[in-house]
T-cell receptor, first 116, second 112 residues
Framework: DSGVTQTPKHLITATGQRVTLRCSPR?????VYWYQQSLDQGLQFLIQ???????AKGNILERFSAQQFPDLHSELNLSSLELGDSALYFC???????????????FGPGTRLTVL | DQQVKQNSPSLSVQEGRISILNCDYT??????FLWYKKYPAEGPTFLIS?????DKNEDGRFTVFLNKSAKHLSLHIVPSQPGDSAVYFC???????????FGSGTKLNVKP
């Protein structure tokens, strides 16, 4: 158990809909990262938040957005869903005390999103 | 544009032998490299890392080698155990942007 929780575990929805994925980081971790893993592919970095502020942005679509709340949990919002958005979405957290520090990222179990 | 590549989708090794997993990258701005292990239905688990200022890092049965001139990273597992059977991802961080790039993974099967 990494200490990172993600809800829901599974999500099935239709094209055009909007969903929200939730992540609670490990106690004390200030950084949250979101990744997408499509079928048989590696993890694609989407976005990172540090203590409520956006820190880094990867290949995140404009239809997707994220935020980190004062209690440090984070939400990833996916809207106007398309079939190709079906994937595993992972959240990871790290302490990230120093910019560029070598903190380990601890991953949650993921949310499997299926768009029909 | 994949900046981190794992060209071997799978690898099969006999228990007790060495497993060598390879990873190539293209971005010279990567300053930190990591290996993760992933079991089905679980998130990736951190295994070992190496800074770009080093060429080797060892942790028990796991050793990561970095060849910066070749932009090549490898993970050695000695001796391999059946419990090591999993998908292994290499990852790299682009320092200036704090972005992480992952390879597509190599599925390791250690046969008893």
């Amino acid at each position: 158990d990494s200490g990172v929780t993600q809800t829901p575990k599974h999500l099935i929805t239709a094209t055009g809909q909007r969903v929200t994925l939730r992540c609670s980081p490990r106690s004390g971790d200030l950084s949250v990262y979101w990744y997408q893993q499509s079928l048989d592919q590696g993890l694609q970095f989407l976005i990172q938040y540090y203590n409520g502020e956006e820190r880094a942005k990867g290949n995140i679509l404009e239809r997707f957005s994220a935020q980190q709340f004062p209690d440090l949990h984070s939400e990833l919002n996916l809207s106007s869903l398309e079939l190709g958005d079906s994937a595993l979405y992972f959240c990871a957290s790290s302490a990230q005390r120093l910019a560029g520090g070598t903190d380990t990222q601890y991953f949650g179990p993921g949310t499997r999103l299926t768009v029909l | 544009d994949q900046q981190v590549k794992q060209n071997s989708p799978s690898l099969s090794v006999q228990e007790g032998r060495i497993s060598i997993l390879n990873c190539d990258y293209t971005n010279s701005m990567f300053d930190y490299f990591l290996w993760y292990k992933k079991y089905p239905a679980e998130g990736p688990t951190f295994l070992i890392s190496i800074s770009s200022i080093k060429d080797k890092n060892e942790d028990g049965r796991f050793t990561v080698f970095l060849n910066k001139s070749a932009k090549h990273l490898s993970l050695h597992i000695v001796p391999s155990q059946p419990g090591d059977s999993a998908v292994y991802f290499c990852a790299a961080r682009e320092y200036n942007f704090n972005k992480f790039y992952f390879g597509s993974g190599t599925k390791l099967n250690v046969k008893p």
